[in-house]
Structures are given as structure tokens and as C-alpha cells.
């Protein structure tokens, strides 16, 4: 069964940052692409950014400069780091894996971010 565990949201002022980290479970990880979203309620759930087994990283063009998504395979860990945050940010975050051998694709829980402008 796999799954994916995140953390780290929290409540933030504007311009500040916050590091979200997602564990996975039951997956071949280092074949893994891994991914971030965010969706606040009402809108559909967008891509932040994706880090592929290569690692090769791609962002969201309202992200590109801010944040940063890293893994470690030693750890079965993709993190976000979030700098200069703004209101905009405020979502739920969710962290996508989708399986390189398989191609099936799982969703963690979401965690909470709230910027405070």
C-alpha cells in the first residue's frame, strides 16, 4: 500500500518561508516522479512543482525563483522549500507521486499553508 505522509504547513507572514516534506511509503521511490500541488477550496488542484527520478526539477511559473522541490532517495523524501511567500500561497499542499514502474498515481493527505499578508 503506499503512502504518502506530509508535513509542515503552517501559519506564516508574508515574505517569509516554510519547508513542506512528504514521506513515502510502499513505492519504488527513486523511480518515482514526485510532485507537489496546491488547491484552495473551490478551484481545481494545481501543479507547483515536479521532480523527476533524473532529478529534474520543474516549477509553476507563479513559483519559479521562490520555491525549491529537492528528494532524497536515501530517505524516500521529497521536500518544498517556500521562500518569500505571499498571500496567494495560502492553499492546501499535496504531495503526488506518480509510480515509474506501474505509472499509478497516489495523493498524501494535503497539509495547510496560510500566508498572512
Known amino acids: 500500500q503506499v503512502q504518502l505522509v506530509e508535513s509542515g504547513g503552517d501559519l506564516v507572514q508574508a515574505g517569509g518561508s516554510l519547508r513542506l516534506s512528504c514521506v513515502a511509503s510502499g513505492i519504488i521511490f527513486s523511480r518515482a516522479t514526485m510532485a507537489w500541488y496546491r488547491q484552495v477550496p473551490g478551484k481545481q488542484r494545481d501543479r507547483v512543482a515536479t521532480?523527476?527520478?533524473?532529478?529534474?526539477?520543474n516549477y509553476a511559473g507563479s513559483v519559479r525563483g521562490r520555491f525549491t522541490i529537492s528528494r532524497d532517495n536515501t530517505k524516500n523524501t521529497v521536500d518544498l522549500q517556500m521562500n518569500s511567500l505571499r498571500a496567494e500561497d495560502t492553499a492546501v499542499y499535496y504531495c503526488?507521486?506518480?509510480?515509474?514502474?506501474?505509472?499509478?498515481?497516489?495523493w498524501g493527505q494535503g497539509t495547510q499553508v496560510t500566508v498572512s499578508s
Open positions: 503526488h507521486a506518480e509510480s515509474g514502474v506501474t505509472g499509478r498515481r497516489y
Open positions: 521532480i523527476t527520478s533524473a532529478d529534474s526539477a
